[in-house]
């Protein structure tokens, strides 16, 4: 009581009701940390409290019951007004998402949100909206597989298409869906290339034709068949791996590099090792590197390059006999 940790609500004399409200040991030593902060006193003596900038205040709680978060408006109908011709089952909110990414990002400009059932899209959308509101750069790693609706296999399959047909994948929901969702988003155009009619609401209202300033990589996962690979046409498969395992950020290293070596502004790769003084010299002049990927079997070797290299770049052995099945060293 005399700490101001104890206060009286609505007493109900009918109901012989006198509720008593205070302050938890665990609240009372948040307030001792700077965790809680005082910020006044009621007239009845007890403590006003708020959580401080930057702490925790409460899990989100589990029902919300918000306009903003109605999944027919800001869900079904959004989705069709970005994609007027296209329709998916049961989309989310795109306000439901973004708020609900808000609690845990908000303070983490730089964050990496991996939604591994992308359906639509919403949560790779939702980051956009986020990063557009305080000028963040988060990723979003959207993972979807482009599975056909069960009556549409059945249509298909009347008329004899399967899975992995032009016509079969055309309208699976990552390519009828997902892609051209995001695409939409940050361009601030429909599929057919019309402006998007219509506003974005509440936190952060513009029109959504003018898109986001954001960029967007598709990649699809296949099976190389070895009569490509012995052709010499799969490193281009290859090499966005090198890149997202870099950080998937700035210039990515398409090709074989001609002259033996090449730097990225993230990473660098080297398949020519009589060359690795030239390499070393480059990844030392260029900042921001992370990863140096040196192609060889000779363990001695590897070693002495990444002895070299600088303390900030790691280096990452890639294993000659296995990369040269995908013939990107040096053409032979």
Known sequence: ???????????????NSVPIYYLSFNQLA???????EVTGRAEDGSLIVRYAEGARAAAPRTVWNMTAHDAGSHGTTL??????????????????????????????????????????GTTAHAVMRLNRQDGGGRQCISVTNNEVAADEQ?????????????????????????KPRLRAAITGKTPEGEDIDGDYKFTDEFPMAEGFEENAEFFTLTYETPVA????????RVAPLLWMRAGAEGSRIDGPPEQG??????????IDLDRSAEFCDAV????GLRIAYIVTDDDGRFQSVARRLPDSVEPIRLYESYLSNFRFSMGR
């Open 1 to 15: 009581m005399d700490k101001g940790a104890v206060r009286t609500g609505r007493i109900d004399l009918s109901k």
């Open 30 to 36: 948040a307030i001792e940390n700077g965790t809680l």
């Open 154 to 178: 059945v249509a298909l399959r009347k008329v004899g298409h399967r899975p992995g047909d032009p016509e079969w994948e055309k309208i699976g929901i990552c390519d009828y869906i997902t």
């Open 284 to 287: 030392d002049a260029r900042e």
């Open 79 to 120: 989705l069709s007004t970005i994609m007027p011709d296209r329709r998916f089952p049961f989309p989310k909110s795109l306000y439901a998402v973004e708020d609900a990414l808000r609690f845990f990002v908000k303070k983490n400009p730089d964050a990496i949100i991996l939604d591994f059932f992308a359906g639509s």
């Open 229 to 236: 690979v012995h052709h010499n046409l799969a490193f281009q």
């Open 261 to 270: 070596w090449a730097v990225a502004d993230t990473y660098g790769l080297l």
